[in-house]
Every structure is written in structure tokens, then in C-alpha cells.
């Protein structure tokens, strides 16, 4: 798979500034501050696909019937 398969559509979207980033002139604190962060995005993000999967899941089965 292609990184830029995932990237944003639009040069000024934050996650596509994010990717561009120069990590050069960060410390090794700054960089897992960094990668802490990211995480917790990652979880805040997988979150929202959860609650989304689960509500289409649940209209789904209403209209079934």
C-alpha cells in the first residue's frame, strides 16, 4: 500500500503538513511526546469508526424488519 493512498486530498490539511513535518529538529522527548499524541488521535479516530459502524450496523437492523 501507498502512503499517499491515505494522505489528504488538499495541501493544507493538517494531516498532510503533519506528514511533511521536519522530525529533525526534535528531541527524543519531543518525538515521544509526539508519538504519544499520535496515539491517542489514532484511538480518538478508531473510536469514531466504532461508533459509526455500530450506528449504521443498528439502522440496518431496524429497517431489516
Known amino acids: 500500500m501507498d502512503m499517499e493512498e491515505y494522505s489528504p486530498r488538499k495541501a493544507d490539511d493538517p494531516l498532510a503538513l ?35 459502524v455500530n450506528h449504521k450496523a443498528s439502522a440496518d437492523a431496524l429497517f431489516r424488519k
Open 18 to 52: 503533519l506528514l511533511k513535518q521536519d522530525l529533525d529538529p526534535l528531541s527524543v522527548s519531543e518525538l515521544t511526546e509526539r508519538i504519544a499524541r499520535l496515539e491517542g488521535e489514532i484511538v480518538r479516530t478508531r473510536s469514531k469508526m466504532d461508533l459509526a
